[in-house]
């Protein structure tokens, strides 16, 4: 069942048409990859969901609910939440009331008790041990981390992931992705997330959809979005797009 819907989402800056009459929907406790070059309007469409900035044309519906038009804060509490490529943890607060903050500002549920909710989704992290820590301390991948903590804080329906597992090395990108299925699997959470990291994105989403220049050029398994010609040509030039995923995702499989 459709649990977020993007109809027709336009934005333009000036002459600048950075998503361009964009249609997708996620379901029901699905993985979604968008991925796309530089420039394909991925963030800033990232950006119209989450009501940090208004579509010049077109709506975003959480269920029946038409959350385009939205203040961001309210579209938090209404169960949508995103992270940010760049961390920027308030430096002047503990890791603990870093989450806090998240939860007082999502759902009913989150903000009843903060401090109790901070400490349950800092466990589910493993950054439990650093709770009363600066965040300036942390390691760029406790720091992506801390982001997830504070956005799962907010008690999402919907979590968007800006590309959450870039930077950090192998080792620490496979438990990235570990703990993105989690917050599927266990949470019930529905994730949309953007990744440049081309194997974490196919090996971890349901579908796929790719962004090229502001439009949605393809949609579909992980495995038949590799192989179509115009995201080979797109996305990678010359290159092909499945030579560089995992050959589970060539085959058809999900990676464990």
Avoid: C, W
């Amino acid at each position: 069942m459709s649990l977020l819907r993007v109809e027709d989402v336009s934005k333009n800056f000036g002459g600048l048409k950075a998503v361009d009459h964009v249609s997708l929907e996620l379901l029901e406790g699905e993985i979604l990859g968008i991925i796309g070059p530089n420039g394909a309007g991925k963030t800033t469409l990232f950006s119209v969901i989450a009501g940090s900035i208004p579509a010049s044309s077109g709506s975003v519906f959480l269920g029946e609910r038409r959350i385009s038009g939205l203040r961001a804060n309210r579209v938090v509490a209404a169960g949508v939440v995103r992270t940010h490529q760049i961390v920027r943890p308030f430096t002047n607060l503990t890791v603990l009331e870093n989450v806090m903050v998240g939860a007082m500002f999502g759902s009913a549920e989150s903000r009843a008790d903060p401090r109790t909710r901070a400490h349950e989704e800092l466990s589910f992290v493993s950054l439990a041990d650093r709770a009363g820590q600066l965040p300036l301390g942390l390691t760029l991948v406790a720091r992506k981390r801390l982001e997830l903590a504070r956005a799962l804080a907010t008690g999402p329906r919907v979590l968007l992931l800006d590309e959450v597992i870039a930077g950090v090395n192998p080792a620490e990108g496979i438990e990235m992705t570990k703990l993105i299925r989690a917050i599927r699997d266990q949470r019930g959470i529905s994730i949309i997330m953007i990744e440049h990291i081309l194997a974490a994105v196919m090996s971890v989403s349901d579908r796929v959809v790719v962004l090229d220049y502001g439009k949605k050029i393809a949609q579909g398994r992980p495995a038949e979005v590799v192989r179509d010609p115009k995201v080979i040509t797109a996305y990678l030039g010359e290159q092909s797009v499945a030579a560089k995923a995992p050959e589970s995702v060539k085959r058809g499989e999900k990676t464990p």
